[in-house]
């Protein structure tokens, strides 16, 4: 079972460029979430979508935006990348009820330049 | 604010003795909570889940964890910790309502000794 898929592994960008990380899940789950990890901070949340066609901002949005493109995928999109988002991204699923645990991709390594 | 804290940044422990990691929460309500665990390069992965009843769970790979409301904890233990069980673990929490946004504590990156 593939569960959380995230594209790419790793990615280096210089202060200003844009990119896309792209997640998928294969589970059937109706939430999608966006988080970084950064060394002594844990996970925060970025974004996350309870459903097909909602989204909704999370503890740190700010220099990011995202698409639902359907019930699979959800994508996470630097417009102008700067240093202070180097990090890890890790996209997760759920099902809807807030009793369900997360399923992790395996994250997307982030260096801006 | 909510937050979930752990209050250790690393524990030590020799292999086949047991293991406790820390954590506390500050959640309005009555909160649902989870421990994860985080090996090198990959994902989070789920251990196991408070949400009512007993206060003591049980999870993945013989790991159980103890809610304490009055003391606001929930910590992991494991009667007799494994070289293998070395990683790092996450605490989390919601608010029991009705989205499934998680906060989560700052790990706490265990050590087992052989």
């Known amino acids: 079972n593939a569960g959380v898929t995230q594209t790419p592994k790793f990615q280096v960008l210089k202060t200003g460029q844009s990119m896309t990380l792209q997640c998928a899940q294969d589970m059937n789950h109706n939430s999608m979430y966006w988080y970084r990890q950064d060394p002594g901070m844990g996970l925060r949340l970025i974004y996350y979508s309870a459903s097909e066609g909602t989204t909704d901002k999370g503890e740190v949005p700010n220099g990011y935006n995202v698409s639902r493109l359907n019930k699979r995928e959800f994508s996470l999109r630097l417009e102008s990348a700067a240093p202070s988002q180097t990090s890890v991204y890790f996209c997760?699923?759920?099902?809807?009820?807030?009793?369900?645990?997360?399923?992790f991709g395996n994250g997307t390594r982030l260096t801006v330049t | 604010a909510q937050s979930v804290a752990q209050p250790e940044d690393q524990v030590n422990v020799a292999e086949g003795n047991p293991l406790t990691v820390k954590c506390t929460y500050s959640v309005s309500g009555n909160p649902y909570l989870f421990w994860y665990v985080q090996y090198p390069n990959r994902g989070l992965q789920f251990l196991l889940k408070?949400?009512?009843?007993?206060?003591l769970v049980k999870g993945s790979y013989g790991f159980e964890a103890e809610f304490n409301k009055s003391q606001t904890s929930f910590h992991l233990k494991k009667p007799s910790a494994l070289v293998s069980d070395s990683a790092l673990y996450f605490c989390a929490a919601n608010d029991g309502g009705a989205t499934n946004k998680l906060i989560f504590g700052t790990g706490t990156l265990l050590a087992v000794q052989p």
């Open positions: 997760a699923s759920s099902e809807t009820t807030s009793n369900s645990p997360l399923h």
């Open positions: 408070y949400i009512t009843g007993d206060n």
